[in-house]
């Protein structure tokens, strides 16, 4: 099985709102990701996590605050964000951490429209 | 820094026709290339990966993927297409120095009946 499962589906929400995505996989996974991807275009690194710790931040900004509660969970805590977050966010799990050692799998993403 | 290039931003086929998605990187060691592929409002599934074991890849839904080392490329392709194929697909290659993903910017294919 290489379902990663993410949670909702869709999302809308006001600039002052403070709303969280969740992202599951059960593989035994040790290395999650979250990608943002804008229409038309490929998606885009945001965060890795490697054994449960941040070990990549593409500089991206405060109001979005991953966490990794546990090797199978993965939360993106999004909190003041602008219209132009809204996007499709992405999230992945690998075996590890590292493109060349394994293959990434996605989830079905979280269509989040800011208002 | 490894990169890859998708000729192409649309492709349109007939249903039955060949399908070639061309995909070319760069990279200063052997790379590991994907290709994924993203249905309308989906995530992104992998079709196939190459990994230095054998130059054709074979992945799902009929698709298969040659690496050529002298031309730097890994083009994508299926003998017949089907109307269920259309949708985004994007080829990626393994960043050595970072461990990143780093993606085309993506082909779209259209097949009509």
């Known amino acids: 099985d290489t379902e990663v499962t993410q949670t909702p589906k869709h999302l809308v929400m006001g600039m002052t709102n403070k709303k969280s995505l969740k992202c599951e996989q059960h593989?035994?996974?040790?290395?999650m990701y979250w990608y943002k991807q804008k229409a038309k275009k490929p998606p885009e690194l945001m965060f890795v996590?490697?054994?449960?710790?941040?070990?990549i931040n593409e500089s991206v900004p405060s109001r979005f605050s991953p966490e990794c509660p546990n090797s199978s969970l993965l939360n993106l805590h999004l909190h003041a964000l602008q219209p132009e977050d809204s996007a499709l966010y992405l999230c992945a799990s690998s075996r590890l951490a590292g493109a060349d050692t394994d293959t990434q799998y996605f989830g079905p993403g979280t269509r989040l429209t800011v208002l | 820094a490894q990169s890859v290039t998708q000729l192409g931003s649309h492709v349109s086929v007939s249903e039955g026709a060949l399908v070639l998605l061309r995909c070319n990187y760069s990279?200063?060691?052997?790379?590991?290339l994907f290709w994924y592929v993203q249905y309308p409002n989906q995530g992104l599934q992998l079709l196939l990966k190459?990994?230095?074991?054998?130059?054709l890849v074979k992945g799902i839904n009929g698709f298969e993927a040659e690496f050529k080392k002298s031309e730097t490329s890994f083009h994508l392709t299926k003998p017949s297409a089907h109307m269920s194929d259309a949708a985004e697909y994007f080829c990626?290659?393994?960043?050595?120095?970072?461990?990143?993903?780093?993606f085309g910017t993506g082909t779209r294919l259209q097949v009509f009946p």
């Open positions: 593989m035994g996974h040790r290395a």
């Open positions: 190459y990994t230095s074991a054998a130059t």
């Open positions: 996590y490697s054994y449960e710790k941040l070990s």
């Open positions: 990279s200063s060691v052997p790379p590991y």
């Open positions: 990626a290659v393994s960043d050595h120095n970072t461990d990143k993903l780093i």
